[in-house]
């Protein structure tokens, strides 16, 4: 049996699904799916940026976390003044020969008169609440690019920036000092805290910043044992004999 002319034309040439259609329905196809490949390119880089920004937040938290630790270990956790560690690199800074305009480096080192009995009688929340305070008021009564540091204990310690007059200093030590004996009220308790305070230059660069401070040391164990508000170490060696100090009671 022959076959006829259209059958012959669909087994000879298969249509395509596209074939029939009008210019304007391949044109909406067309359209459409460009529309699909947009949608899906638009969820991708949704995606990308969600991604994007959670990897930000995550580099910030650490970088946050970064700067916390670093001041952490470079500051009091009590009563948020520079640790020892950061008043030594202070100090290394001051004294570094080739930092510009360096002058005279001068350190007072103070320590708290009787804080072992305030501990003992208080208690050391009392003991924590004076050590905050003496902070606090060493902070405020320094001069603008002073450094004052709690370096453990009872002990702080001011990096006295500029060349200060052996008056000037003396002047400026016992200004600490009536600062930090204002009557300290805590709760119900009312303290009167009194300070030891030694004073060391160093006039070269030969000194170094440890026998600087040890210097400053010495001068405050001079003063705490003689009663005295104020003492100043000589030049040279660390004494290890409080007889080579001088010291100041402050009475004018």
């Known amino acids: 049996m022959g076959l006829g002319t259209n059958q012959l034309f669909s087994a000879s040439h298969p249509v395509h699904p596209t074939q029939g259609r009008t210019a304007p329905d ?17 969820s991708e880089l949704d ?13 910030s938290g650490t970088q946050a976390d970064e700067r916390m630790a670093r001041h952490q270990s470079r500051h009091d956790g009590l009563t948020g003044l520079p640790n020892r560690r950061l ?16 002058t005279i480096t001068q350190v007072m080192y103070l320590d708290i008169d009787g804080f072992k009995a305030i501990n003992d009688q208080y208690g050391h929340q009392v003991g924590d609440a004076v050590l905050q305070t003496v902070g606090a008021r060493l902070a405020k009564s320094v001069r ?8 453990g204990g009872d002990e702080f310690a001011c ?4 060349a200060l007059s052996q008056p000037q200093l003396m002047a400026l030590a016992h200004q600490l000092q009536q600062s930090i004996a204002a009557p300290m009220k805590l709760g119900t308790l009312t303290l009167h805290i009194q300070v030891s305070i030694g004073l060391a230059c160093a006039p070269n660069t030969s000194m170094t910043k440890e026998t600087l401070l040890a ?13 005295e508000q104020v003492a100043l170490a000589p030049d040279g060696p660390a004494p290890t004999d409080p007889a080579g100090l001088s010291a100041t009671t402050g009475r004018g």
Do not use: C, S, W
Not at 32 to 39: E, G, I, K, S, T
Not at 144 to 151: C, N, P, S, T, Y
């Open 26 to 42: 391949a044109l909406a196809q067309a359209l459409a799916d460009l529309r699909q490949q947009h949608l899906a390119l638009r």
């Open 144 to 151: 603008i690019g002073d450094v004052v540091a709690r370096l």
């Open 159 to 162: 990096l006295v920036q500029g």
């Open 87 to 102: 008043f030594m690199e202070a100090m290394h800074h001051a004294m570094d020969p080739q930092t510009p305009n360096r």
């Open 215 to 227: 210097h400053a040391d010495a001068a405050m164990y001079h003063a705490k044992r003689h009663r």
């Open 47 to 59: 995606r990308a940026q969600a991604e994007l920004a959670h990897l930000r937040t995550e580099l």
